[in-house]
């Protein structure tokens, strides 16, 4: 499905509000070519210095592509990149990596070290950086500080991968996807990592396919997909621009009349799935009961109905007509 | 029961630090739920909290740099690669375990006992005429020290022959009836194949006893000289030999694996991302060869020395440097070879493909000088031979390194070349 690029959000305050604090990172036009797809398609981007910045998109979006031209690791096909006020592929690179922090979404470190040789190994590339031990015991892996890598649980493996990310005292953090395949519990153990290094004034750049996580971390998202950024806001602002705060699910026994539901008020949007149907709602209070006495005039007795907040996934759902998760 | 005090209490304690964080984790979901509906002015809220505790970063930053002691990244990266390797025990094993024993079967093989004697077939005849010229026969092959003589049916004898049981097959032409008009003298047959060197020693050392039991007599007398005085026995040719192979065979694979590993595994990736300089990276691995070199080749060295009695002739000191210089030439292969393969088979065809012309032609189990004259000037210039040339020089004959300067050069030629350029091809991701 073609999206359109004018649905793009940009909620004018807090861009201004936003534009004055200085520019930590800042991409133009940024376009990859692979053999066969367009990765990053002319994508325009800037994170602020302290803001918590999340590419939020489906599986094949361009986040890691994107990513990882940020951070110097990929040659870009077109475009201009500046971190922290630096172009990449100048002398100054050294300079330039001294100052991030890098998790990639896929390193697999040394099996065979232990998780303080590891992170040792990691400090001494950087001139100035954090004691090794603080930062094992800012990832809460004190425990396991002898342990091999080899050994650890995967929620452990991702919190020493940003525990190296952090040994040299970044400026700017970049993590991609840091807590996919977690369980929830592990997820806010990094979730709190990323909270406590924003808190002390760094400016964090990630990646994620979790709602839950872009709205919790994030003063600002970007959705991405097919390589652009389709909407780009705060969490909040962006799900207000539903013009809907509620998102109420039910599905009936019976099919109902095609557009009769349209005509209820407080509705904004309906939309048809195989295991029933979704609206977009911006006054629960009114559209409840009318929803329920339009039931009851057709007879189409209802078997389930849920309702909540609506959410990101739901700002992603109405610009692609697509679900985030199975896109 | 001290201990399970001490843990509790330490439970205790991170359960109190987590419980203490959760409130302050629900605190800010409360403020971010806020700053979600206000964002604007939210924003500049936080931009100035930002500011503040920016600067409270920077003294901690100050505060750590005071206290941090890293390592230079080089002695962390080489200790890194000791410590991998010494924690994966079939390398151990592959690298000191295995050169020893190969050492010790080829030595044993080798060994030096009295000359090995030629091994003769005289062919029977169920012609009854005949069985005692074949006796004859036999008799006069015993007569000498280095035959050994068996009596088989013709058949037998063909294939002993063809599975290399025996080197020679003999038989006797003569016709019982034939001989006592005719010719005098019995005649015979020798069946050999003539490419097998110890066919054809076989076959002179026979016609000669053979001969001599006719009635043949010498018309000049000769003396034997036997040299079998350490460090001009076969065993004194291969043992350097095989050091210049462990040092290529464990150099190429101890590198190439590594690398190639860390290479799938993105970790090469990672560290691109550091300000890790590359060359450092590269030149751990040569210095990691540098210590393990050392003890695999005091491992074979000291093992043939302590069981065959073979001796460095030359000095210590310029064996130590010949083995640095082949131990450094043979990282920097290792490098060049594994800087582009993304697999592990990759990696594992290109290194067999580099080593293969050096174990057939560097002369590790005989002298190289024995192929083509044409082949020689490329043969002189691979790395292995290079380096076999060198240790047996200094081994074998005791002779300074300065008398095999072209080898050094072609070895420190062949270690920097490939150090720069796999620095120049190596492939991070
Ligand atoms: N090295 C490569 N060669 C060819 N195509 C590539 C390469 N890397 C990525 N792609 C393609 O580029 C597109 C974007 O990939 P990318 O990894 O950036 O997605 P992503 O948003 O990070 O996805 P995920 O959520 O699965 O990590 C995909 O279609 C992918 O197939
Ligand atoms: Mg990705």
């Known amino acids: ?327 | 029961m001290p201990e399970i005090r001490e843990k509790l209490s330490a439970e205790e304690l991170a359960d109190g630090s987590a419980r203490d964080e959760r409130r302050q984790g629900s605190e800010r979901q409360v403020s971010m739920q806020g700053s979600k509906r206000q964002a604007s002015v939210q924003h500049n809220v936080e931009q100035t909290s930002v500011r503040a505790s920016q600067s409270l970063r920077d003294r901690t930053r100050e505060g750590a740099l005071n206290n941090a002691r890293a390592r230079h990244p080089l002695v962390e990266l080489t200790l890194v690669r000791l410590r991998e390797f010494t924690r994966e025990p079939e390398a151990v094993f592959w690298v000191f375990v295995f050169p020893v024993l190969l050492t010790c079967a080829l030595g044993i093989a080798f060994r030096n006992t009295a000359p090995e004697k030629h091994r003769v077939a005289v062919e029977s005849s169920d012609r009854s005429g005949s069985q005692s010229s074949i006796n004859t026969m036999a008799q006069s092959l015993k007569g000498s020290a280095d035959i050994d003589v068996v009596v088989l049916s013709p058949a037998e004898a063909a294939g002993a022959l063809r599975s290399g049981r025996v080197d020679l097959v003999v038989r006797s032409t003569d016709e019982g009836s034939q001989r006592a008009q005719s010719s005098p003298a019995p005649s015979f047959e020798y069946r050999y194949d003539p490419t097998r060197p110890e066919s054809r020693m076989a076959r002179l050392v026979a016609d000669d006893a053979l001969q001599r039991a006719e009635g043949r007599t010498d018309v000049t007398r000769a003396r034997d000289e036997r040299v079998t005085e350490p460090g001009a026995r076969y065993i004194d040719f291969l043992i350097p030999g095989l050091v210049g192979l462990n040092l290529m065979g464990s150099g190429m694979w101890g590198i190439g694996f590594a690398i190639v590993s860390a290479r799938t595994r993105k970790l090469l990736k990672r560290f691109a991302a550091t300000p890790m300089r590359r060359s450092h990276y590269l030149f751990s691995f040569v210095l990691s060869r540098l210590v393990f070199l050392t003890l695999e080749v005091a491992a074979v060295i000291g093992f043939a020395w302590i069981v065959f009695g073979v001796a460095v002739q030359g000095s210590l000191v310029e064996l130590a440097v010949a083995l640095l210089l082949g131990g450094l030439m043979f990282a920097g292969i290792g490098l060049l070879v594994a800087a582009r393969p993304r697999t592990v088979e990759g990696v594992s065809g290109m290194m067999n493909l580099v080593m293969l012309p050096m174990w057939l032609l560097s002369g590790t189990f005989f002298s190289s000088e024995r192929f083509p004259e044409v082949l020689q000037p490329f043969i002189k210039a691979l790395p292995l031979t290079a380096l076999n040339d060198v240790l047996r020089g200094v081994m074998s004959n005791g002779t300074s390194l300065a008398a095999n300067w072209p080898e050094l050069i072609i070895m420190i030629v062949w270690g920097m070349v490939s150090f720069a350029l796999a620095l120049r091809l190596f492939r991070w991701q």
Not at chain 1, 63 to 68: A, D, G, H, R, S
Not at chain 1, 280 to 296: M, R, Y
């Open chain 1, 1 to 327: 499905m073609l999206v359109n690029p004018t649905s793009t959000v940009h909620p004018a305050s807090v861009a201004s509000a936003i534009g004055k604090s200085s520019v930590a990172l800042r991409c133009t036009a940024l376009v990859k070519r692979y053999v066969d797809v367009l990765a990053v398609n002319e994508l325009d981007l800037e994170v602020y210095t302290g803001e918590c910045f999340g590419l939020l998109g489906p599986n094949g979006a361009g986040k890691t592509t994107t990513i990882e031209i940020l951070e110097g690791l990929t040659a870009r096909d077109g475009g201009t990149v500046e971190v922290l006020g630096q172009a990449w592929g100048t002398t100054g690179d050294q300079a330039l990596r001294e100052r991030i922090g890098v998790q990639l979404q896929e390193t697999q470190l040394a099996d065979k070290l232990t998780v303080k040789e590891t992170v040792r190994l990691f400090r001494s590339f950087y001139r100035r950086g954090r004691e090794v031990d603080e930062v094992i015991r800012m990832v809460e892996l004190d425990e396991k500080r002898g342990a091999r890598v080899g050994k650890l649980s995967g929620g452990q493996k991702q919190r020493l991968a940003v525990a190296c990310a952090l040994v040299g005292n970044p400026d700017l953090l970049f993590l991609d996807e840091p807590t996919t395949g977690l369980d929830p519990q592990a997820r806010l153990k990094l979730w709190d990592i990323v909270e406590r290094f924003q808190a002390s004034g760094g400016t964090v750049i990630l990646t994620t396919h979790y709602m839950e996580e872009a709205s919790r971390l994030c003063d600002r998202v970007g959705i991405m997909d097919h390589g652009r950024i389709i909407a780009l806001g705060t969490p909040g602002a962006l799900i207000e621009s539903l013009g809907a705060d509620q998102i109420l699910e039910f599905s009936t026994r019976l099919k109902l009349a095609e557009g009769t539901l349209e005509l209820l008020p407080g509705v904004r949007g309906v939309r048809v799935r195989a295991e029933g149907y979704s609206l977009t709602v911006s006054d629960i209070g009114t559209a409840l009961p009318a929803l329920l006495a339009e039931l009851d005039k057709q007879q189409a007795e209802l078997i389930t109905l849920t309702t909540h907040q609506a959410t990101l996934e739901d700002v992603f759902v109405s610009l692609t007509g697509r679900m985030l998760r199975d896109a």
